[in-house]
């Protein structure tokens, strides 16, 4: 990572941080560099007008102010084509429309050169990809009814062929194991949770009616301990 770069990347986890800050030592280990050059940055940063304060203690830290306007938030070349490799490298991920349509918003407030850079690092990145695992239409529909809570009509083939039609199910979970992505979700025909492979699932239809609130960990257990959702930290 360039100083440039760096100096974007110190902003951003100084703002993630909000008042609790982060030691010189914690963002030197963060981007591989010294303390000493960390400093160097932070004032650097300070010279061009970056709100940001020093902490006493031991090891010395650094804030931003509090409700200081701050310059949008930037990506590096590298963050961006990091985005771009998750996406390709699972093409099966749940919202995985978004976090196309997200990556695009990302290019596209990037610099030309900022761009090239991140298609040079891009073409250094192979993965062998297939049809076979794409992403079914019908999982995009699905996405929306996991985030709007709200009730989906699926035609549904199980592992024999044998066909269901005109399934209510309300979804409640996206789980990947095996090789496959699975919605979990609580089957009113059958009046229990259910799984159901995604690329099983011939047919999906929208509703506007709302799920019932359910725990996930009752209706299907506690999951295993090499399976532990996705949280998102600063």
Same mark, same amino acid.
């Given at each position: ?71 949008? @938030? ?126 099983? @699932? ?28 996705? @949280?998102?930290?600063?």
């Amino acid at each position: 990572m360039n100083r440039t770069d760096r100096l974007y990347a110190i902003t951003n986890a100084l703002h993630g941080a909000g008042a609790v800050g982060r030691t010189a030592a914690w963002l030197a280990e963060r981007f591989e560099v010294s303390t000493r050059t960390i400093k160097r940055d932070v004032a650097a940063l300070e010279a061009a007008g970056v709100p940001i304060v020093s902490q006493d203690g031991r090891g010395g830290g650094y804030q931003l102010m509090q409700h200081a306007a701050l310059p949008p @938030v930037s990506f590096t070349a590298a963050e961006a084509t990091a985005v771009a490799v998750a996406l390709a490298g699972e093409p099966q991920l749940p919202f995985a429309a978004d976090g196309g349509a997200a990556l695009q918003k990302l290019l596209s407030a990037m610099t030309r050169e900022q761009r090239a850079e991140a298609k040079r690092i891009g073409s250094q990145v192979w993965m062998r990809q297939s049809n076979a695992t794409r992403r079914p239409a019908s999982a995009r529909l699905l996405d929306e009814a996991l985030r709007s809570r709200t009730v989906a009509i699926i035609d549904y083939a199980d592992g024999q062929g044998r066909l269901t039609q005109r399934r209510s199910v309300e979804p409640m979970a996206f789980v990947r194991t095996r090789h496959h992505w699975h919605l979990l979700a609580w089957c009113r025909h059958r009046r229990a949770g259910r799984w159901f492979r995604l690329d099983r @699932v011939r047919k999906a239809r929208a509703t506007r009616e709302p799920c019932e609130p359910r725990d996930l960990n009752e209706v299907f257990g506690e999951p295993p301990e090499d399976a532990l959702p996705v @949280v998102l930290r600063t």
